[in-house]
T-cell receptor
Framework: DVKVTQSSRYLVKRTGEKVFLECVQDMDHENMFWYRQDPGLGLRLIYF???????EKGDIPEGYSVSREKKERFSLILESASTNQTSMYLC???????????FGPGTRLTVL | GENVEQHPSTLSVQEGDSAVIKCTYS??????FPWYKQELGKRPQLIIDIRSNVGEKKDQRIAVTLNKTAKHFSLHITETQPEDSAVYFC???????????FGKGTRLSVIA
């Protein structure tokens, strides 16, 4: 059974803080993804990675960075959190190619 | 790049009726079309997918149809039940290793 876990379900941070969101998958998946989910906007891709130390920008990378030092772990970093980054953040992974993408439970981030 | 449009954004049906959600895509190279269900407070989960070498796929009360010429695909849920109430997302991608592109979602409410 595939497991994708995220470090926090709920997080509250102050404007200007550096925020780390962690995602871990236990199925040796090559690909990992970070999305944000906002009402009416669906799932928007922030960054993705096809391999260790590799990263690609998605549709909305501004204000975010990522790190993938190990295959199982993909971190999303908000260098200086802003109120417009208040959202639900979802991590996902898959083996590669047209294969099922598995999501983590999400982190609801509030920036005050 | 790929663009996926999903309609309607909200849908209410009486229990026992059928529900249909439609998506269109722009990239004729796309050949993998999954559907995800997200219940309130939970992660999106794959419920059915279809690849471009078939026109229809069924799994109990759920079916997906694909029209490659018109570049649209649809989710059909028959004999709806209250537990079908959720947000449904369609997605598309090509045969390479590009990320899934999601529609904006449909909130389905099944009224008992």
């Amino acid at each position: 059974d595939v497991k994708v876990t995220q470090s926090s379900r709920y997080l509250v941070k102050r404007t200007g803080e550096k925020v780390f969101l962690e995602c871990v998958q236990d199925m040796d998946h090559e690909n990992m993804f970070w999305y944000r989910q906002d009402p009416g906007l669906g799932l928007r891709l922030i960054y993705f990675s096809y391999d260790v130390k590799m990263k690609e920008k998605g549709d909305i990378p501004e204000g975010y960075s990522v790190s993938r030092e190990k295959k199982e772990r993909f971190s999303l970093i908000l260098e200086s959190a802003s109120t417009n980054q208040t959202s639900m953040y979802l991590c996902a992974s898959n083996v590669g190619g047209p294969d099922t993408q598995y999501f983590g439970p999400g982190t609801r981030l509030t920036v005050l | 790049g790929e663009n996926v449009e999903q309609h309607p954004s909200t849908l209410s049906v009486q229990e026992g009726d059928s529900a249909v959600i439609k998506c269109t895509y722009s990239d004729s190279a796309s050949n993998y079309f999954p559907w995800y269900k997200q219940e309130l407070g939970k992660r999106p989960q794959l419920i059915i997918d279809i690849r471009s070498n078939v026109g229809e796929k069924k799994d109990q009360r759920i079916a997906v149809t694909l029209n490659k010429t018109a570049k649209h695909f649809s989710l059909h849920i028959t004999e709806t039940q209250p537990e079908d109430s959720a947000v449904y997302f369609c997605a598309a991608r090509d045969s390479g290793n590009t990320p899934l592109v999601f529609g904006k979602g449909t909130r389905l409410s099944v009224i008992a």
